[in-house]
């Protein structure tokens, strides 16, 4: 009698452990069922996102997945374009004309204000281009900068650790010579803006960078917007707001170019070029020219004569 019983009391213990492990793995038996035998709200609520697949991912697969994450901020943008992604929504520069005193503070200013144009944003469609011309003007509305175009453009240029505040003005990038169309367009846009044509999609913004650099003081910024290949930014605070772009432009450009006078590349002339077909027989170099160093002679290495032939000898030594 007493196996019995104990019998009986064993089949009621697995009865109860069996009971209590169905409901552990229940649960999980409906929850793995596919989906196609799931319907409506039940349906839905297992829906297996497509970005979790790793078939559906590859790089830059997040752009497709993340839906209305790369809108741009409602209000943003005044003016609709494929170049110009808003980041916050902002309002325009206050508008004004930047007319010289003189024709030629007028013709100064027009000429820095297309050099920044065109060597920061030369290859970029007109709205980059009208961004950085917009905050070129915005810089000269602040008091946080000279009061002229082309002390903006040019501010720093005679530094010689190229921290310039626009690399092109010290770092030798004038030493090329422009190209002519893109210069005319350049020059089209900074006219159009001297002349009182606000770009507003950049709203107040004094500071920008390409998209390839971070760099450090953009942290302390505020960002504005994505024109083109650069990112825009306005100063946090009072120095962002319209009220601290108070400046009235004087109209006087003392400046007509870069401060520096010794150029990492300096462009020579005919007559620098002695022997060149073109250049007036007897011709001496400009004065302040110094002639390039003579090649030098290739050091003595120590080593015993090869066997190499003498038109393979110097083959993998680095030019000097």
Known sequence: MPVFA????WRGQAAILLIALLALIAPRLITAAPL???DGEQAAEHFIDPAEEGGQNFPGSAFFFAEGAFDPVPGAETVKSAHV??????KAAPAAIFRGVSPLDSYRALNCLTNAIYYEAGDEPEDGQRAVAQVVLN?????????SVCGVVYQGSERTDFHCQFTFSCDGSM???????AWARARRVAADTLGGQVYAPVGLATHYHTL???????????PVAVIGAHIFYRNPGFNGTAAAFRDIYLGRETMSGPARTVWPVKPMTPVELLGAPHAPAGATPATGWTPP????????????DSGIRAE?????RPLI
């Open 175 to 181: 030493a090329r010579l422009p190209a002519a169309a």
């Open 293 to 304: 160093p003579a090649p030098r002679a290739q050091p003595e290495d120590g080593l015993p």
């Open 212 to 222: 390839a650099v971070r760099p450090l003081w953009s942290d302390s910024l505020q």
């Open 139 to 147: 810089r000269v509305r602040s008091p946080l900068w000279p009061n």
């Open 312 to 316: 393979y000898r110097n083959s993998g």
């Open 6 to 9: 104990w019998i009986n009391g």
């Open 85 to 90: 992604l808003g980041l916050e929504a902002v």
């Open 36 to 38: 196609d035998m799931l």
